[in-house]
């Protein structure tokens, strides 16, 4: 794969193949919005889950302990599987939560013009005449 190649996933509910928007910044290719699914309307959950997760006074994410499993390679026991508390009242489902994506809805973090899903070029034009959707409900 190279530089200015920008890779599909497959949909985790539906199967079918998915793309994200890509901008060139000039050395390649970086993700600048989410994966989204046409054919069943799944969006990869951005930054906004950050904001559901406990922080301590310092501002640290707070995690639950797993427990310690032996792990071969460094012959001792360890903890793996951490697990971020989230805040009660996120409008996660276990379902998503598990895949990483949105099922039949679109990230608010995501450039939208009337509910629908566009890309950078678009956006941009769209934010120039003030035609974008406002991130509403955004914590």
């Known amino acids: 794969m190279g530089a200015y190649d920008t890779p599909s996933k497959k949909c985790p ?7 994200a928007d ?11 919005g989410p994966y989204h699914c046409y054919t069943c309307g799944a969006s990869e959950i951005g930054p906004e889950l950050y904001d559901w997760y406990y922080k301590d006074r310092k501002g640290n994410t707070l995690y ?3 427990k310690r499993k032996y792990v071969a390679w460094a012959k001792k026991k360890a903890r793996w599987n951490i697990q971020a508390v989230l805040m009660p009242g996120h409008p996660f489902t276990e379902k998503e939560l598990e895949t990483g994506f ?3 809805k679109i990230s608010p973090y ?9 890309d ?3 956006a941009k034009e769209m934010y120039n005449i ?8 955004v914590k």
């Open 13 to 19: 509910y539906c199967k079918d193949s998915m793309d």
């Open 120 to 122: 950078h070029i678009e």
């Open 64 to 66: 639950l302990t797993a």
């Open 110 to 118: 995501a450039n939208t013009v009337n509910g629908e899903l566009v």
């Open 22 to 32: 890509y901008v060139d910044v000039g050395v390649g290719m970086v993700q600048c």
């Open 102 to 104: 949105y099922q039949g």
């Open 130 to 137: 003030g035609l974008l959707d406002e991130k509403k409900g």
